[in-house]
């Protein structure tokens, strides 16, 4: 059974930073995509960032480009995203979710946490 625990979400004001932390546990494939997805009300999800498990590649949305690092403690199974420069429009519910890596960019995501909530004030 995949399980994630999620944790770093809260309340930031623009310009601040926030850090999101995923403990992924009981999967085992290769070629895969780990990081997070985000959905704020009304709006389709959006593949903000992710890692490959097997070669280590990184993943960016062209929204959170140049402000948010996605990074990897294999011996921890955990990932983090560092989000710095944060605005109001990056509000949303994050999720953390783990794909095959092909699949990533079409949001096919086969697994995802509970989420977190991240909260930007203008």
């Known amino acids: 059974e995949v399980q994630f625990v999620e944790s770093g979400g809260g309340l930031v004001r623009a310009g601040g930073s926030l850090r999101l932390s995923c403990a992924a546990s009981?999967?085992?494939?290769?070629?895969?995509?780990i990081g997070w997805f985000r959905q704020a009300p009304g709006k389709e999800r959006e593949g903000v960032s992710c890692i490959e498990s097997k070669e280590g590649n990184t993943h960016y949305a062209m929204s959170v480009k140049g402000r948010f690092t996605i990074s990897s403690d294999n011996a921890k199974n955990t990932v983090y995203l560092q989000m710095n420069s944060l605005k109001p429009e990056d509000t949303a519910v994050y999720y953390c979710?783990?794909?095959?890596?092909?699949?990533?960019?079409?949001?096919?995501?086969?697994?995802w946490g509970q989420g977190t909530q991240v909260t930007v004030s203008s």
């Open positions: 979710a783990l794909a095959p890596t092909t699949n990533w960019a079409t949001g096919e995501y086969e697994y």
């Open positions: 009981g999967y085992t494939f290769d070629e895969t995509c």
